[in-house]
């Protein structure tokens, strides 16, 4: 009787642990596509979120235990090179097919940055933006997320196939709540889809041009740009001539920064996280951190 008990615990053990061996090992740059990864692996295993922090995405520097991690995982996803490049060293050591770079997808709305100049309309922007950078802020489209989803679920299921109908499930149950949140923030920012505003950097126009927000003016070039006399006049003149009396920026802006452009001008002011990073890792991180950008947007366009 004994010996019987004890081969059935030395059974269940066996088979509890070639499970856990079976279930994939993901790493995940990025808090809202670990959340879009979370929910998909919702109930077979949680992903590894790379940048918990809030350090910058493009700089951040990888822990021994961090390198160890990605080098033992069976799916690496990031967004790009251009994005995470802090990490570039280390994933060129992986194995092609173990490294999924989100840019990499043929069918994604991609935009190019726009802020070479303060303002332009959309003929002359259309021209100004063929020599400029691709704006990698992509999981603001909620569409490109969608795709994203789409594609990741492939993935995982290639190597998961034990699997299968756990993800195809987990994928329909997000794709009903992305649907869901589409039509919510929809809802809040079409009664101010004609109103202008100003961005201190150019990063939520994939979330602009989405839900049809009027053009902004963008008042630094690029994302962490130095702020210079000449285009702090120019954009606040810019402003001014265009009623505009809506500011947002980034968590990397200081206060002062705010202060020395806001001077002189009637200008409400919100600070947009477009990483999300207040929010706890999981499922749920991406919908918080769309609903917050929604709220913050349509909150500073009353």
């Given at each position: ?25 993901v ?39 961090q ?26 050591n ?9 840019i ?28 400029l950078?691709?704006?990698?802020h ?69 979330f ?5 927000l ?42 002062s ?12 002011a ?33």
């Open positions: 009787m004994k010996s019987r008990l004890l081969l059935s615990l030395i059974l269940i053990f066996v088979i509890k642990s070639v499970y856990a061996q079976s279930t994939p090992m790493v995940v740059s990025i808090k809202p596509i670990h959340s879009i990864v979370s929910s998909l692996m919702d109930g077979i295993e949680k992903p590894e979120l790379l940048l918990q922090s809030n350090n910058s995405a493009h700089t951040f520097h990888l822990k021994p235990s390198i160890r991690m990605i080098e033992n995982a069976q799916l690496v996803i990031t967004i790009s090179d251009e994005f995470e490049i802090g990490l570039s060293k280390v994933l060129k992986l194995d092609e097919s173990s490294n999924f770079q989100i990499s997808l043929s069918n994604l709305n991609i935009h190019r940055y726009r802020a070479n100049r303060i303002y332009d309309n959309d003929d002359q922007e259309q021209q100004s933006q063929e020599a950078m691709n704006d990698m992509l999981w603001l489209d909620i569409e490109n997320i969608k795709k994203i989803s789409r594609h990741i679920n492939s993935l995982l299921t290639d190597i998961d196939p034990v699997n299968e109908g756990k993800y195809i499930k987990n994928f329909n149950l997000l794709n009903s709540k992305l649907d869901a949140l589409e039509i919510e923030i929809n809802t809040q920012i079409r009664p101010f889809s004609t109103k202008r505003y100003a961005a201190y950097s150019d990063t939520i126009q994939y602009e041009k989405y839900y049809n009027g053009r902004p003016v963008i008042v630094t070039p690029y994302h962490g740009a130095r702020l210079s006399i000449n285009r702090t006049l120019a954009a606040k003149n810019t402003i001014k001539d265009l009623n505009v009396s809506c500011l947002l920026y980034g968590t990397e802006v200081r206060k920064q705010i202060s020395v452009l806001s001077e002189g001008l009637n200008l409400k919100f600070k947009i996280d477009i990483l999300g990073q207040e929010f706890t890792p999981g499922p749920e991180q991406y919908f918080k951190l769309m609903k917050r950008i929604s709220n913050q947007t349509s909150s500073c366009l009353k």
